[in-house]
């Protein structure tokens, strides 16, 4: 670069405006070329050419973006196959599908004729794209059903439902695509937008079609009315007496445990139950470990009412007296 700086410093004024006629010159003579070589016929390109895929927008609806383009081998004049190539001023070629439901796709052999009058002037020499493919649904109203979204930690530590959740409308109608709405499996979760809850449930909840599917899919109803009861679970304990049971005359418990300890969870609704039962711990020798002499312990009664139920200790070690 400083050579040619160092060149051009050494030239006199009137070479320097000689170099400049030249120049110009060149520029002149390539922009007259490009301009009438552009006038000229019979040029042959390949282009991306706009489509556009019509049907009725009240019957039917796209589950996947549509083709909007296909690839043609055209030729004609410089300047038009110039416009078409930088896509100026292009007009969509219309395709119109009247149950596109039923089709997914189209052969574009099928569409040469039409699409050479729209190109006109231009010739068409071939359609390089040989087969539009697209996914469009019939628009249906189903029946569906609204069910609690409890996938969530809904509930309090130690808490349970004491009623079925009741939701009104259980059922709704939505509307969409055949096959977003077969995606939904017959049933649109609401959540119940609080966690850890506590006491009983009453709520005006609005209803949200899944994000993904927000754009396909519209709901009748807007809200719907959720309730349902709790109750909490409430720890306890409680000392029980062994009771061995089918134990040979020569075994026995080791290490003198003459006592269990029995922790566990009730409904705070039952507890008065609990004066109805005498517990024990319960050993069976005949479900004894036969590897390591040990027995499980077991509680009897066991009411339903009971949950989480352990024992201190769970395991019990045998004692073979010898004969």
Not at 111 to 117: G, Q, T, V
Not at 216 to 227: A, I, M, N, P, Q
Request: hydrophobic share 40%; proline share 5%; charged share 30%.
């Amino acid at each position: 670069m400083a050579t040619i700086k160092k060149r051009f410093a050494n030239l006199n004024p009137q070479k320097i405006a000689n170099l400049k006629v030249a120049a110009l010159c060149f520029m002149a003579a390539a922009t007259f070329w490009v301009l009438n070589a552009l006038n000229k016929d019979n040029y042959t390109t390949v282009v991306d050419y706009p489509i556009e895929i019509i049907f009725d927008r009240e019957e039917f609806m796209p589950v996947e973006k549509l083709p909007n383009r296909i690839k043609v081998e055209i030729n004609g004049n410089g300047w038009d196959l110039l416009r078409k190539y930088f896509k100026i001023n292009e007009t969509p070629f219309l395709i119109e599908v009247n149950n596109p439901s039923t089709k997914d796709y189209i052969l574009t052999s099928e569409l040469k004729r039409s699409f050479s009058e729209t190109i006109s002037p231009t010739g068409l020499v071939s359609i390089v794209t040989d087969t539009l493919k697209f996914k469009v649904d019939k628009i249906v109203t189903r029946k569906i059903k609204v069910v609690a979204d409890t996938t969530t930690n809904t509930l309090a530590k130690n808490h349970r439902l004491a009623s079925d959740i009741n939701i009104d409308p259980s059922i709704i109608n939505i509307k969409g695509p055949t096959s977003i709405l077969q995606k939904l499996d017959g049933v649109l979760k609401v959540p119940l937008d609080e966690e850890k809850i506590n006491k009983d449930y009453n709520k005006i909840l609005l209803l949200k079609v899944p994000t993904e599917f927000e754009q396909y899919l519209t709901l009748e109803d807007e809200s719907v009315h959720v309730k349902f009861d709790i109750t909490q679970m409430l720890e306890g304990n409680k000392r029980l007496k062994i009771k061995p049971l089918n134990f040979p005359k020569n075994v026995s418990v080791q290490d003198e445990v003459s006592t269990i300890i029995m922790s566990y969870l009730i409904d705070e609704r039952k507890v008065a139950e609990l004066n109805n039962y005498e517990f024990e711990a319960v050993i069976n020798y005949a479900n004894r470990n036969k590897e390591d002499s040990t027995v499980k312990v077991q509680v009897s009664p066991k009411p339903s009412f009971l949950e989480n139920i352990s024992f201190e200790p769970a395991i019990i070690k045998l004692k073979y007296d010898k004969p």
